[in-house]
T-cell receptor, first 120, second 115 residues
Framework: NAGVTQTPKFQVLKTGQSMTLQCAQDMNHNSMYWYRQDPGMGLRLIYYSASEGTTDKGEVPNGYNVSRLNKREFSLRLESAAPSQTSVYFC???????????????????FGPGTRLTVL | AQSVTQLGSHVSVSEGALVLLRCNYSSSVPPYLFWYVQYPNQGLQLLLKYTSAATLVKGINGFEAEFKKSETSFHLTKPSAHMSDAAEYFCAVSPYGGSARQLTFGSGTQLTVLP
């Protein structure tokens, strides 16, 4: 199993350009997530998807769009990149889906290797 | 609302010394707690998680953490540091009964191991 894979690993954009970050998981997980990581701020959730066909906003969704193409794939799109979007982007997945919530256990997220994006 | 505070953005220890990385949480309900490690240019890897089964949790690579409700803490320790432990460590919290999408991360602690 490859786990969670992300492409590309590195990307440099000019302000106003668009691009799509790709993420795929082979663990048959229901939920997938996009985070951004900035120095001194930990990881912040951009969007998540609890099942195929559903997406929801996280803490910092502005300037981004997502698509849950199928159960395996979850893409993140920057329509008009800005320097403030320079960051490292991580995709993650977890087993539980839309109704996965139990008081006696907890879901665990598994992360991809990240995409380092620079916007000039 | 839930939050996590990691005390010390940078910690340095000598090889063979005790590693102590501090994490305090704030949660309106009893939480689940996680420690993740991030090696240079890699994604986050789960070290251990607390799910109320036992207050002392053992993880991979010799790390362990103890949940102390009275102190609202979940500090990460390792008796003897190894050079390969140099990495960034993140504490995270999710509410009891919640799902992983409610995971909140701390700002991270960079661990340096000196020879």
């Amino acid at each position: 199993n490859a786990g969670v894979t992300q492409t590309p690993k590195f990307q440099v954009l000019k302000t106003g350009q668009s691009m799509t970050l790709q993420c795929a998981q082979d663990m048959n997980h229901n939920s997938m997530y996009w985070y951004r990581q900035d120095p001194g701020m930990g990881l912040r959730l951009i969007y998540y998807s609890a099942s195929e066909g559903t997406t929801d906003k996280g803490e910092v969704p502005n300037g981004y769009n997502v698509s849950r193409l199928n159960k395996r794939e979850f893409s993140l799109r920057l329509e008009s990149a800005a320097p403030s979007q320079t960051s490292v982007y991580f995709c993650a997945s977890s087993e539980w889906g839309l109704f996965g919530s139990r008081e006696d256990s907890t879901d665990t997220q598994y992360f991809g290797p990240g995409t380092r994006l620079t916007v000039l | 609302a839930q939050s996590v505070t990691q005390l010390g953005s940078h910690v340095s220890v000598s090889e063979g010394a005790l590693v102590l990385l501090r994490c305090n949480y704030s949660s309106s309900v009893p939480p689940y707690l996680f420690w993740y490690v991030q090696y240079p240019n890699q994604g986050l890897q789960l070290l251990l998680k607390y799910t109320s089964a036992a207050t002392l949790v053992k993880g991979i690579n010799g790390f362990e953490a103890e949940f102390k409700k009275s102190e609202t803490s979940f500090h990460l320790t390792k008796p003897s540091a190894h050079m390969s432990d140099a990495a960034e460590y993140f504490c995270a919290v999710s509410p009891y009964g919640g799902s992983a999408r409610q995971l909140t991360f701390g700002s991270g602690t960079q661990l340096t191991v000196l020879p």
